[in-house]
């Protein structure tokens, strides 16, 4: 639905790197670069970007 | 016990300690994780919420967020008080509210501290709680009070605390290897590790090679190579999420340690027959 705020496994605050992340690999950046330049070392962190789908946007649209 | 501070900054510590045993550093690394407070949202009122998420998972998302707390509230705070009287009694409690309208995105920063007291904003500001679209709102008051790790990992201030061994690594004889295999190691080992001069190899850096040598897979196989541990010495580090500093993290989880070894010390004194 949205960004986690916060990693599952080890409780790092993620959410705020998220929507730098999105732009940057949208225009064609490699994720690896970009996980590292958020400051992202642990691949539990990592993952929490790299797998998750923004959904909010489509559901907001249908809010009652 | 000999510790020193290798690297520190603004959320994270690197120490080497010595003379010491695992055991002590796992009752530091448990007691930082379960016993140390700090502050985080745990009292939300929703006076109007029109968006995608439920209250109940606004309120999850608000939780989660760091918030500064003053280590002057320490001494204050008592662990075996219930936690409902606390929030109500707001020892140290720090109120928050907001209001946004859509359409955009409700951020962390957009808490708006009650009180006019300096530091109280939530440390990571950017974070996104909930999108909002068109004729969409959000109005709710949340109430920031002390709890501990052991309650609930959103009051826990440290993440990803660890230790390990200080290795040790070395060469005492032939490595065994063909010019073309030490070559083939030379590319593999990072630039830090190990120097490879013809048919030396040099030690640059003891935990970088020790981790090089012992952990690759597909590296050529090697002859005479010794690993270890230094004896009672360990690497201990960790990470905060914002709400404390390391240093002040670190202090804490020490003084609670120390009291609770103090108490188990008088009672003990009392045993003798």
Redesign the interface.
Known sequence: MIIPVRCFSCGTVIADAWEEYKERTDAGENPQQVLEDVGLERYCCRRMLLSHRETIDEVRQYSI | MNVEVLDVDDREIRLRVENTTAGEMNALRRTMMTEVPSLAIEDVTIYDN????FDEVVAH?LG???VPTDPNLFAEWDPHADLDAQTEEGEGAILYTLTFEGPGTVRAKDLTPATEDEGVEIA?????I????RD?RLMLEATASMGTGEQH?KW?PV??VGYREVPTVEITGDLGLSAEEMSELDEMAPEDAIDVDGGNVDILDEVAAHDFLYNVDGRPELENVEYGEEEGAFFFRF?T??SLSPKTALRQAIAILDEKLSAVHEEAATLQA
């Not at chain 2, 990571?124 to 996104?128: G, H, L, Q």
């Open positions: 029109r968006s995608a998420l998302r989660q967020l760091p990571d500001p950017e974070v996104p909930v999108k909002l679209g969409q990992s826990q993440v990803a990470e999420d914002g």
